[in-house]
């Protein structure tokens, strides 16, 4: 009993200790919005005019490469001294990969094939439940939005090996150098796209390697980091310098959430972006499944063809993939505590017997 009480003490200090960015949670929420309104312009062929929609929006596509640098860091934070110091089961790591993912994407895909009802659903929809499809290098119409899904999950997959490659900032270093030489491989020689890892691991380094540099990152000023962040990222939108330059541009975002470890910044540290953050990942996925709903309800243009039309299509947008996220999230989370009591009760009973 006394060893029991001591372990708990020493996982409650541990868990006292271990540091928490707080306002990634901020990021993912504006990046998770940026997507819906990206989305709803390229859905839509609204007669809107302006630097704005017209030259802003288009260039904020890859976004969602900042989610995958985000991902890399997070995944970093809990796992990768753990899996090179071989404390880790696998078996768990990928059993909660799969429980984050599976139930809430297989709802949409199920409805999406449904709806669909053809052999070409049938087939991408057994290709998104595997969660594997990101090794095909295709890009599936059964929930459109679902590729950043298979790219993530190789990432999953391969995530031991990543860590050895980036086991220290050398490795590191060396290993970011490599995956950039196969990004610019990937889109001027052999046509590879986002959807394939080798196209996308230097966005996924990038996130390890500012892990690995955590603690510097920490002291830098932040209003300093600021300036240094909003001169890269005009400089992306104004000269539309090479793809690979996005690798920069998603990482001074990220470090300058770390930057902001010791801050009181409300603005990317509050209870509402901290809810959205929460469930961004369904926001994701489910923003295009309310859009056809309300498409088809014909709200996407009974007011009009301009600005208006547009801020009101993306807020029902916003506002229907958080309701939606929220609800279908607590019914998964419901349904799941359920399955583990009566699994547990079942595995007490037969221990008895």
Known sequence: MKQLNYMRRIKSVGA????????????????????????????NNYQIKGYFYNNFL???????????????FGLCCGYHKKILDNKIDFSTFYKKRVQKILPFFGLLVLIDVISEHSIKALYEGF???TLVFGFTNKNLSVIGVGWFIGI????????????VITKDKKSAWIS????????????????LGRLNILYSGSFFIAGAL??????RLEKINRWLWLGVMIIVCVFYYLYHP????????????????IVLQNSKLTILNNKFVTFISGISLEIYLSHMFIFRIIQKLGLSNRFGNGVVQYTITVLLVL???????FVVSKIIKYIATIINRFALKEGKQGSRE
Not at 16 to 43: E, P, S
Not at 319 to 325: N, P
């Open 176 to 191: 970011l150098a490599i995956a950039v030489l196969w990004t610019i491989a990937s889109i001027n020689y052999f046509h």
């Open 127 to 129: 290709a998104d439940l």
């Open 16 to 43: 006292v200790n271990q540091k928490k960015y707080d306002a990634l949670n901020g990021i993912k929420a504006i990046a998770c919005f940026m997507v819906v309104i990206i989305h709803m312009k390229a859905q």
């Open 319 to 325: 506002i229907g993939s958080i309701i939606f996220s």
């Open 58 to 72: 288009p260039l904020s596509t890859y976004v969602v490469m900042l989610f995958m640098t985000i991902s890399a």
């Open 242 to 257: 090479h793809k690979i330059f996005l690798i920069l541009v998603v990482s001074v975002i990220l470090i300058y959430a």
């Open 210 to 215: 500012i892990y690995l540099y955590r603690e």
């Open 152 to 163: 993530i999950f190789v990432f999953y997959m391969i995530f031991p090996f990543f860590c």
